[in-house]
């Protein structure tokens, strides 16, 4: 027993040794150049030709971005620095053959220029990564554990991440990670940004702040760690034990982007006062709810992420939507907005809605799954023709919370549908839900048929019965509804020139033959800017006339110009505040 205990002992050893290892060393010796050089390396690994590949997109953010196109020439070399030949296969594609070689270096430089969520940069100022745009993985491999070594520029003295850390050797930063999926969720800020810290749901959560701004340090720990509080609430528990913010304060700020246990928020430096820091508490209430709603309340499509292409889902209107449905309804709760506010919030969004004519084009399930071809690429016609899934599906999630609230009579509400697919799909059965399973889901939960709710509202385009569901919970909601005599012309004026921006469908200005880009020169014989352009078609009554004369590609034309009218959808919501429902949907906690 003895002797086969000890070989068996040999046995693990000996393939533990020979266990396939990868290890990333990043660097970024010269940011001036935006370059971050990357060395893979591959050990062990049988295979006489390994194929490595760079994402073409970043998980939560849904566009095709073609991050190949920052790689410079992709070498390899053996244990030996013997030169292994490299050839390209696709355009994320690299094949390293590497015959006997029991280690493989990879190396290639990455040009980050972009700073935003999903982007990466480096300048003398700091570095960014987005991990999904600058580590390449091993095909078929990306579910092996592996390390990271960061080498940062000499003058940055901080790495801030969310990955698991392992210890500093000098000046380098050591990190590990279960798998690929897990390197390239935890995103990186590199350089001497301000970091600070507290504790909330149990949870240490750490700040990273770069650029300047008019932030307070005390009053951001504070109304965090509220928010953060609220929701764990709603689910019970946090999922982490650590959490880190990357915060960019900029001038042209972008939102954010989630991830499992960070999330990198770009907002304008200035935005930490007034009314813009309200904005800015519902933009970390939103990403911090992702932490539950989509990075682990999933559909099926968004985990484990194929790479190399689109990864198609009907569901974005939940995943988006409901969190935009929280974000705003969690700052009500820790008190920052009081009943009347937040039920304005709601009819800004159901006005927005429905007020569009996109609305009635383009149902909601389409607008999710062809995020991809139309959401991130909107041209000059897509405001006739879209709806966003954010504010369409954060109207959904109103009125499933008005009838889960009726249905139940105030002791329960969509925090405990979410707490339920939480518990369900994820904790449970550790893996996302097919559309027909979220409706089963919620139908169970409501105790009724969603059929026809379906038909009408998620895979149509009708106009919602906003009284019928809000009248149950306390909460009279009346059609405003009214003909708008409107030109349906966007302008735009720029050096002198008037230029036609926008067309709506429908429109006097679409019946009159004009398009955008067509500059506008003169209206009834006088020469026009945008203001008094404006002014003269503003006054015109439905069926009166105005003379245009445009110039498209330098050829000059005379537009006769007939005024006329369209149905603006519009409701107005009041709140009975002595209703038991009301307050309980409205509530402060």
């Known amino acids: 027993m003895k002797i086969l205990i000890t070989l068996l002992f040999a046995v693990v050893l000996q393939s533990t040794s020979v266990a396939q290892q990868i290890h990333y060393r990043l660097s970024m010796p010269k940011p001036q150049n935006h370059y971050f050089e990357v060395e893979m390396e591959l050990s062990n690994f049988k295979d006489k030709v390994l194929n490595v590949k760079m994402p073409v997109w970043a998980p939560g953010s849904y566009l095709v971005r073609e991050f190949a196109k920052n790689v410079n020439v992709v070498t390899a070399f053996d244990e030996n620095n013997k030169a292994l030949k490299v050839e390209k296969q696709a355009k994320n594609n690299w094949s390293i053959e590497k015959g006997k070689a029991k280690k493989v270096v990879v190396r290639y430089q990455v040009y980050a220029f972009e700073l935003s969520v999903r982007t990466s940069f480096l300048d003398l100022t700091h570095g960014y990564v987005s991990g999904s745009g600058v580590f390449m993985y091993v095909d078929k491999f990306k579910e092996k554990a592996g390390t990271l070594t960061v080498d940062p520029f000499e003058n940055f003295k901080k790495v801030s991440t969310g990955m698991p850390f392992d210890g500093k050797v000098g000046a380098a930063w050591n990190y590990h990670f279960d798998n690929y999926d897990q390197l390239v969720d935890c995103p990186l800020e590199i350089g001497n940004q301000e970091e600070f810290s507290f504790t909330a749901a149990g949870v240490k959560h750490t700040v990273a702040m770069y650029g300047e701004g008019n932030f307070d340090v005390e009053r951001l720990k504070v109304d965090m760690a509220e928010i953060i509080e609220a929701e764990t609430k709603v689910f019970g528990e946090n999922p982490n034990k650590e959490y880190t913010f990357i915060i960019h304060n900029v001038v042209d700020g972008q939102g954010g982007l989630e991830h499992c246990n960070s999330t990198t928020l770009s907002v304008n430096r200035w935005t930490y006062s007034d009314e813009s820091y309200d904005g800015f508490l519902s933009l970390v209430a939103h990403e911090y709810f992702h932490l539950w709603n989509v990075k682990r309340i999933r559909p099926l499509e968004l985990g484990p992420f194929n790479y190399d292409e689109e990864n198609y889902t009907t569901l974005l209107w939940v995943m988006e939507g409901f969190t935009s449905y929280y974000d705003e309804l969690i700052l009500r ?200 352009l404006e002014g003269t078609l503003n006054s015109l009554e439905v069926g009166e006339q105005a003379e245009l004369l445009i110039s498209r590609d330098q050829v000059l034309y005379g537009i006769e110009f007939f005024m006329n009218s369209y149905t603006r959808p519009q409701f107005s919501f009041t709140v009975d505040a002595s209703n038991k429902l009301a307050q309980y949907w409205l509530r402060e906690d």
């Open 333 to 532: 709760r820790v008190g920052l907005y009081d009943m009347n506010k937040m039920a304005s919030k709601v009819q800004s969004s159901v006005n927005y809605v429905e007020g569009s004519i996109g609305s009635r084009v383009q149902p909601l399930a389409h607008a999710s799954y062809d995020a991809w071809i139309k959401s991130y690429r909107p041209n000059e016609n897509s405001s006739n023709t879209q709806m966003t899934y954010y504010s369409r599906g954060a109207v959904i999630a109103s009125i499933f919370d008005a009838k889960i609230i009726a249905k139940y009579n105030g002791e329960k509400c969509l925090d405990h549908f979410m707490k339920h697919l939480y518990d369900k799909f994820y904790k449970k059965l550790n893996r996302g839900f097919t559309e027909n399973e979220f409706k089963t889901e919620i139908a169970t939960f409501l105790g009724e048929n969603l059929d026809e709710f379906w038909a009408k509202y998620i895979h149509g385009t009708e106009i919602i019965p906003y009284a019928e569901y809000f009248a149950k919970i306390g909460v009279t909601v009346t059609d405003k509804s009214s003909e708008v005599v409107s030109s349906g012309l966007s302008l735009t004026e720029s050096g002198g020139k008037v230029t036609v921006r926008g067309i709506r469908a429908g429109s006097a200005a679409e019946d009159a033959g004009l398009s955008v880009n067509d500059e506008i020169i003169g209206c009834n014989g006088y020469r026009v800017s945008q203001a008094s």
